[in-house]
């Protein structure tokens, strides 16, 4: 079986999250590792979510990935979502990018090395619910000791010269504001609006994004290359307000009980990006001040994780991609979270590089080229081998 043949098969085999089962693709990644002799643990949780590592003793990198996808709506795809169907150069589908190409990059550079007469030194870790925050997968393998720090890849998908070294910090809360109802009429003399409450803090959220915070002078090169590479990847001007801003969206807003009503409750689920030099405790402060008659309930937090470029693991890929792809290699700064910031934060040693076409990414046509896949499978091959020796 083939690189794009293995993504297919992985891209078939449902496991959106929500709902959140990964039974039966856990199932197949076994039956493919045990075919090549080698020992693996599925770890189980409710609803089906489930969790692999292999088991072989020795291991000297953790070659890490999640299965589960964000749900897909066939609607205006050009594929079906969960066709996994191979045409025009691509593998189609839900997971495509994200990330199950790099996962099947992950099984088959692995399997040529065994197949070659190479005892990889590597463990594999595949989890169930990346997409939803990793409570029943990375979290709890490391609340379980069942990982041990070590250098790490993660199959995520990056520009095709770009490892990532690192992530901005993630505050995602859930926020229930109370008001209190009176007559629309009256209003505002009259009643507190618990939507206007929600609107009132967006308006300070607005304002704490218009300020950069700088950035440590080791850290300004990096954030000069990432900004190259967000304007290459998504055409964007000014890219290193990503990386020195306050990013913020609130994601889904409900609230009130009618229009000619004050509205008593209103609920809002925030998620903030944070950058390098921003205090995540005066970020909190400032909401918590901002936001008057609220429940705050905190989903996720981290604060901003990076490897440093002269580590082993960054400079192994780095010269794996060189030597892939005949030109220097640029490690850049992420805008999104993954993953890595939990192992991070627990003394793992992480960078991220993997296949996919970046913009379709949890959108409608999201592929993977089967000649990025091929290559990736290349610079894998040659990660393993290094720590291998």
């Not at 996720?300 to 030597?323: G, I, K, N, S």
């Not at 939990?342 to 040693?349: C, H, T, V």
Request: proline fraction near 7%.
């Amino acid at each position: 079986m083939d690189v794009a043949r293995l993504t297919s098969s992985l891209v078939r085999i449902r496991s959106e999250n929500p709902p959140g089962s990964t039974a039966d693709l856990i199932e197949f990644v076994k039956e493919f590792l045990d075919s090549l002799g080698v020992k693996s643990r599925v770890v189980s949780h409710p609803g089906g979510r489930d969790d692999l590592i292999t088991t072989e003793p020795g291991p000297r990198l953790l070659l890490c990935g999640h299965v589960d996808v964000v749900p897909a709506i066939p609607d205006d795809w050009t594929h079906d979502p969960h066709s996994g169907e191979v045409a025009e150069g691509y593998v189609w589908g839900r997971g495509a990018t994200d990330m199950k190409g790099g996962c099947a990059a992950l099984l088959i550079a692995y399997r040529d090395l065994v197949e070659s007469g190479i005892a990889p030194k590597a463990q594999f870790a595949f989890v169930c619910d990346e997409e939803t925050g990793g409570p029943y997968g990375i979290r709890s393998l490391l609340a379980k000791n069942l990982l041990l720090p070590r250098d790490c890849l993660i199959a995520e998908p990056t520009p095709v010269m770009s490892p990532a070294v690192g992530q901005k910090g993630l505050y995602r809360v859930d926020l229930s504001f109370r008001g209190r109802p009176g007559h629309s009429s009256l209003y505002p003399m009259v009643g507190k609006s618990a939507i206007m409450a929600a609107v009132d803090l967006i308006g300070y959220l607005r304002e704490v994004h218009a300020h950069p915070f700088p950035v440590s002078e080791d850290l300004q090169p990096l954030v000069a290359q990432s900004a190259r590479v967000f304007h290459d990847v998504f055409g964007i001007e000014g890219g290193d307000n990503i990386l020195t801003r306050v990013m913020f969206n609130p994601g889904r807003i409900e609230g009130g009980e009618k229009a000619n009503i004050v509205a008593e409750q209103c609920r809002m689920e925030l998620d903030i990006r944070v950058p390098w030099g921003c205090s995540l405790d005066d970020l909190r402060k400032g909401i918590a001040e901002h936001a008057q008659d609220v429940t705050i309930r905190e989903m996720d937090v981290a604060e901003p994780t990076l490897t440093p470029t002269d580590a082993l693991v960054v400079r192994t890929v780095c010269r794996e991609v060189e030597r892939v792809y005949g030109m220097p290699a640029v490690p850049f700064l992420q805008w999104a979270a993954s993953d890595a910031k939990y192992l991070r934060a627990e003394g793992f040693d992480v960078v991220e590089y993997g296949p996919g076409e970046i913009p379709t990414l949890h959108a409608v046509d999201e592929r993977v080229s089967v000649e990025q896949l091929e290559k990736v499978v290349d610079v894998y091959r040659g990660v393993i081998r290094a720590y291998s020796g």
